[in-house]
């Protein structure tokens, strides 16, 4: 069945709960927009996607998804531009890499007029709740979960993808430290690593644990069989200034999510004329160019943080400290022209921007 955004059912909430939005004090993922978008997916075909007000979902507790894990989701943001209205930052790109991660996980395709068209309608009818305000957004959550009512073990065939909203305030991207993990693994050629699937952030949590406790903030996660060259930190993809040129790990192995941030901060540094290396990266590379004194940057990147300036590298005994985050040429300009591309302040020259 095609499915046509006009037919989108809408079900709206008699009352808003939009005064309890704070604009002074926004907690990220604390309050939810008043709409959700829910679709079904049964028999091989998506049925009509309907806006409802966000609720608790009832399930049966042998829902396939909450014993194995076939569940996905994607982070995407709208931001408020100048003239006020709602626009959103690259969600083809989102759209697209859903379909990666439901292709690996047996999960069905979700349609463009769905996933583009379901939420430009749900951020349209919920636009108050994108805030007003540098460093603001309304971040948007679709995911797609398994809803089988068995717990046999076989690929399911029934689904919903649901979107949910919440307003994000500004982001405090205190300069992080990273511990380079030896031990634990995200993934492994032939694995997940490139798919926005729940499991790789379950997995992630008790070594992210042990390290907090150790006084780090994210983990620099290696490969698995030598522990030696770099992927990703934390959920983020990662970046290193070595002598004038930025670094990143590049995508073959499939262990290294295709961040939307990542490529646009490729796309930008390039047409900067700044050499952008995707290739692998050991850390003794990095080590090196430390010692020599020509390792310079390094950041972070992704949807909810934006760019992430990292002070400090450990590894083994090294501790790599880099510059100040105000010395952070690089960083610092990458971070203000994507936000400038964001907000709609500057002209979107690399159709990157939907308005909803
Ligand atoms: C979501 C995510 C990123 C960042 O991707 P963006 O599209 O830039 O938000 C990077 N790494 C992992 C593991 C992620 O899940």
Redesign the pocket.
């Known amino acids: 069945m095609s499915v046509s955004t006009l037919d989108i059912r809408v079900n709206k909430v008699t009352k808003s709960r939009i005064s309890e939005l704070n604009h002074d004090n926004i907690q990220f993922g604390k309050l939810y927009a008043d709409h959700m978008l829910v679709a079904y997916y049964e028999n091989g075909a998506w049925k009509q996607p309907e806006i409802v007000p966000f609720e608790n979902l009832s399930l049966s507790p042998a829902t396939t998804f909450m014993h194995y894990g076939q569940a996905i989701f994607e ?1 995407v943001k709208a931001y408020q531009n100048p003239d006020g209205d709602p626009i959103i930052f690259r969600p083809y ?2 759209w697209k ?1 859903m379909n990666r991660s439901a292709e690996r996980m047996g999960m069905p395709d979700v349609p463009e007029d769905i996933f583009i068209g379901g939420m430009r309608q749900l951020v349209e009818l919920d636009k108050e709740w994108v805030p007003g305000g540098e460093g603001t957004s309304l971040y948007i959550r679709p995911f797609m979960i398994a809803v089988d009512e068995f717990i046999g073990v076989k690929p399911a065939e029934k689904f919903m993808f649901i979107i949910i909203t919440s307003p994000a305030g500004p982001y405090y991207s205190k300069p992080v430290s990273i511990f380079v993990q030896e031990q634990y693994v995200r993934a492994f050629p032939g694995g997940i ?1 490139f798919t ?1 699937a729940a499991g ?2 379950g997995m992630s949590m008790y070594p992210t644990m042990k390290i907090r406790e150790m006084g780090y903030d994210q983990i620099l996660w290696t490969d698995g069989f030598e522990h030696k060259y770099v992927q ?1 930190i934390g ?3 990662v970046f290193f200034v070595v002598d004038g040129k930025v670094l990143t790990p590049d995508l073959a192995a499939g262990t ?7 490529d646009s901060v490729i796309t930008l540094l390039r047409e900067k004329g700044i050499t952008v290396e995707e290739r692998p990266i050991s850390l003794d590379e990095l080590e090196e160019a430390y010692k020599a004194g020509k390792f310079t940057e390094a950041f972070g ?4 943080a934006s760019i992430a300036p990292i002070a400090e590298l450990t590894f083994h005994d090294t501790h790599m400290k880099l510059p100040a985050p105000e010395n952070a040429e690089i960083t610092n300009w990458l971070k203000s022209e994507l936000s400038e591309i964001r907000y709609g302040r500057k002209a979107d020259t690399h159709d990157w921007i939907v308005k909803a």
């Open positions: 982070g790109d989102n890499r690593g926005k790789n952030y990703e959920t983020m993809n290294i999510l295709e961040g939307v941030t990542r990147t992704g949807t909810a």
